[in-house]
DNA sequence: TTGTTTTATTCATAGATCGAAGAAATGACC
DNA sequence: GGTCATTTCTTCGATCTATGAATAAAACAA
């Protein structure tokens, strides 16, 4: 599945895209409130909601609203996705970790699952192969028919239009045409992205208010990434690729990053380092970069809230070190809101002093003043939401064109 | 002016505007040249162009191209601004420094000046008073006939939609409205720009290249700055601004900047920083932050060319933080050009070793790769080209609304 | 049955762009 | 000098998108 969101669309195409976005994130609608909600003409609607009918992808509701019993006038007749346009799975894969998602057309979840698999190890071949078998396990085992393609999200550098992971800290991969080798042996196309702006775009289709503006949301979780968007759309650098935001380099000297660098910011916040820094605390064995399990690090968190000194500090300098990176991307892109994201966020009072303290120190207060910060509590499955949507808006695309030829 | 650039543009005004900027970038155009160079067709050139004609903007050449004396079939005619739509002048504020530029309504330069005048002891009204007596002079002196807009450029992040300095390390300014401020004095419309930003558009409005991705403009100068653009249109943050990357921490506990923190980007970099630095090495008087002539700075690179090792040691960690800056620029915003310019380039060849030594040890060489690194020497007058070419643009969007009403 | 009200569709219009046909202005050639 | 070829520019009709206004549809209310 080539990205075709990152081709110019044709106006049609954008209202059609618009329509269809507004309604997976808010359910069943009327023409007319497709209309106010979009400040779109009735006409418009009319037109664009025929075309919808007439190639299946939209069905009108056959129950009339039960809310609109008591008024009178021309009852609403409310519009969905067809039950039968089939399903789309989205995946995330982690240091040592699959999780899946199956969702149908309208992006409703139907099945979820993780799998603990280590994959740094693996050669691309293999990596494919074991990705492309956990795929249609799922599939199987969720009785999943028709799925109609796959969105998977990884850390890294990822040209989500051409499909090819250029550079990845947990595949250990260069240049890695994934959706291709992925979609040839699924036989279904394939859409990816990096994780961070996968979750970026779930949250932003969450909250209309961080679809307006500048919102850059910093996820927090098995590594550190940033999703930046524009006006809801996902910022895209060269080659279409995301930002990797979570290796830059903080402290000249700082600890071990996954990405072979040190004193990046990952090396500080992510849940492997803390994990491993907790371990060196305890003079545990040598210290693995394996994403720990929710259950581990809630345990650590639950040891520094009791008080333990040495876990304090731990979360103190990576207060710190959160606290410089949202200084570096107000004084850099001065977004209007801030996300902080992902799962760890639930140790957000932890961080939050020695975060505070570091961002007021460093920044600019009338810029620090015009930037909304937002903590966002979201776990891994966010990241698969995020890329299912995606990889919906792309098969609503391609239906499109499918039709138009 | 209130920047309506920061608008929507209606698609008629979308098309005015790529056709003006394109005739003001490469001279006079017949229209064939026009259609060919915008991809457009004849038959839209010739309508706009018709518009444009009838409303006076611009007039077709009397004298034939000698170029096309061979050709035989219709000669073109080639269409350029009228020289009777009066000039604009632009102006950037330094800290002790203004610079004067005036220019026709078709961007060619007519006059330069620059005047030293310590700016930051003077409260808000007296301030906008000493601007407004010196641009009124330079109009005087330069026998500027009809002024139609002053765009002016300063550092600081600058509401340009709404004319408000909302910080300035230079102005010592908080939430000043300074277009409307100089605009009542001066009975003419202001466009007010950050001087980073004013730079970048001028530079990328020279090279094509530049016009296409995401280019990063560092500005090396008075201060550091960053002027981002995407497609060739500038990146506003939140309130419209640009960006205060000059004054993201890069050293804990740094040199003192004129922003009041310590360690920023610029207080390594920026010409008053090396300058300052230089006076310290030789145990000169107290140092002030005001810009140092182009002679002082002149001689201080010439010093440690000849081998000063105290200088070559001052432009080693100059360097370190030109290379640590540039790292954080392609690891957040990965974009295809980062260009390096402003006066502070003079240094180049000191700064190069550390620089590409600091670069080449922060960054995934992968994503290090993407970004080709540009570097463009180029004065303090290129900042009043840019907030002219601005101001420009402004005024041709007010003469079609005019028309319009 | 006849209105009233709200929803949805149809239709004519406006704006923008384009391809194709035609008009204009010149040199080439006999 | 007259005709033709060639290139530039304009005009005209067609297409596409979106809209307001008029119309039709589907209910409830009296």
Same mark, same amino acid.
């Given at each position: ?133 956990? +795929? ?55 859409? +990816? ?23 850059? $949301? ?45 004193? $990046? ?75 902080? $994201? ?21 920044? +600019? ?41």
């Amino acid at each position: 599945m080539t990205a075709m969101t990152l081709l110019p669309l044709s106006p049609r195409e954008t209202a059609r895209r618009r329509l269809l976005d507004a309604l997976r994130r808010e359910g069943p609608m009327a023409r007319v409130e497709i209309g106010q909600h979009l400040g779109v003409s009735p006409a418009s609607v009319s037109d664009l909601t025929a075309s919808l009918l007439d190639e299946g992808i939209l069905v009108a509701e056959e129950t009339a609203d039960p809310a609109s019993g008591l008024i009178r006038g021309r009852p609403k007749t409310r519009l969905y996705f067809a039950e039968t346009l089939g399903s789309v799975i989205g995946v995330w894969t982690g240091f040592n970790r699959i999780e899946l998602r199956l969702v149908d057309s309208a992006g409703r979840n139907r099945a979820s699952r993780h799998v603990e698999r280590p994959l740094r190890s693996l050669g691309a071949e293999e990596l494919m192969d074991v990705l492309a078998g956990t +795929i249609t396990a799922f599939a199987e085992e969720t009785g999943a028919r028709d799925v109609k393609a796959v969105g998977l999200a990884c850390q890294g550098y990822v040209d989500t239009k051409d499909g090819i992971v250029a550079w990845s800290p947990v595949l250990g991969a260069r240049d890695l045409p994934l959706a291709s080798g992925l979609g040839d042996r699924l036989g279904k196309p394939v859409l +990816i992205e990096n994780d961070a702006s996968a979750m970026a775009f779930a949250i932003t289709q969450r909250n209309s208010d961080l679809r307006s503006g500048r919102t850059a $949301c910093l996820m927090v979780g098995d590594g550190v990434g940033l999703g930046f968007l524009i006006q809801g759309e996902l910022y895209r650098g060269a080659r279409f690729g995301g930002s990797e935001f979570g290796h830059v380099r903080l402290r000249r000297s700082g600890p071990q990053c996954r990405c072979g660098g040190r004193g $990046c910011i990952e090396a500080y916040l992510a849940d492997y380092a803390l994990h491993r820094d907790a371990q060196l605390i305890d003079h545990r064995p040598a210290p693995t970069l394996l994403l720990p399990s929710e259950g581990a690090m809630g345990a650590i968190v639950a040891q520094a809230r009791a008080g333990d000194p040495a876990l304090l500090n731990l979360f103190q300098a990576a207060g710190e070190v959160l606290g410089d990176a949202v200084g570096i991307l107000i004084q850099t892109l001065e977004p209007d809101h801030i996300v902080i $994201c992902g799962p760890g966020t639930r140790a957000m009072d932890l961080l939050r002093p020695s975060f505070e303290a570091a961002l007021d120190s460093q920044t +600019i207060p009338e810029l620090r003043a015009l930037a909304a910060i937002h903590v966002v509590e979201s776990s891994m499955d966010l990241l698969t939401e995020g890329v299912v949507m995606q990889a919906l808006r792309e098969l609503d695309l391609d239906l499109a064109r499918l039709k138009a030829a």
